[in-house]
């Protein structure tokens, strides 16, 4: 596969980039934010290695601009933070999975194998329409009776997955481990935010809310049945 490797330490990218290409891997490697937004934004790759304190622009930084502009690729966040927070912060910004410094190289490949065997769009819908709302997975649009509603990459995910499991709950759980990756509860409201803004913006205009609150269980969508 070819790998963006976004790393400033040379110890580090060095034994990486090594390690990748021993096993096959082509590797292009940028050690700073301005050249991985670069890189990133006008390159195809496979997948991403993306350190979190990169020089200029930070990891984060350069990962939100990515998916604003709408790129997909699976992304793996590097980082010397271990807190909670940290972790969150990067994956509200659009990571795919983080790894916390220092790691194994096997835990790094496993993890990297991981995000390459989930299926692309592609491969499965690429349109979704309940309650008169309707989302383009490729162009990431979302429309509700024709009508265009901005979401963030978060508020996307969580919608993409109430869309798809219309008409059955979807937990705080399933949440945390569809949309941000976490197999473990991080003890914030993250969910609960997300969920906030995004009824807010699919319901501006309009006298329905599509969601519903599950108390102590979870969200539903109205199914068009």
Not at 24 to 40: I, M, N
Not at 99 to 113: I, M, Q
Request: charged content about 30%; overall charge negative; hydrophobic content about 40%.
């Amino acid at each position: 596969m070819r790998v963006l490797l976004a790393e400033d330490d040379e110890v580090t990218a060095r034994l990486v980039e090594q390690g990748l290409v021993d096993l096959g891997h082509q590797v292009t490697r940028v050690g700073t934010g301005d050249d991985a937004l670069k890189s990133g934004g006008t390159e195809s790759y496979d997948v991403v290695v993306l350190d979190r304190m990169l020089p200029g622009i930070d990891g984060v930084e350069v990962l939100t601009r990515w998916r604003a502009a709408g790129m997909s690729t699976p992304v793996l966040m590097l980082t010397a933070l271990g807190g909670i927070m940290d972790r969150v912060s990067g994956l509200e910004a659009g990571a795919d999975d983080y790894l916390v410094k220092p790691f194994a190289f096997p835990e790094l490949t496993a993890r990297l194998s991981a995000l390459m065997r989930r299926p692309p769009i592609s491969e499965s819908l690429t349109r979704l329409a309940v309650a008169g709302i309707e989302m383009d997975l490729i162009k990431r649009e979302v429309r509700r009776e024709g009508r265009e509603i901005h979401l963030q990459p978060r508020e996307f995910s969580l919608l993409e997955q109430l869309m798809r499991h219309a008409g059955k709950v979807v937990t705080r759980t399933m949440f945390l481990e569809l949309v941000w990756g976490f197999h473990f509860d991080p003890q914030t409201n993250i969910v609960e935010s997300h969920l906030s803004r995004l009824r807010s913006k699919i319901n501006e205009g309009f006298d329905s809310d599509p969601i519903q609150t599950l108390r102590g269980v979870g969200y539903r969508m109205r199914s068009d049945d």
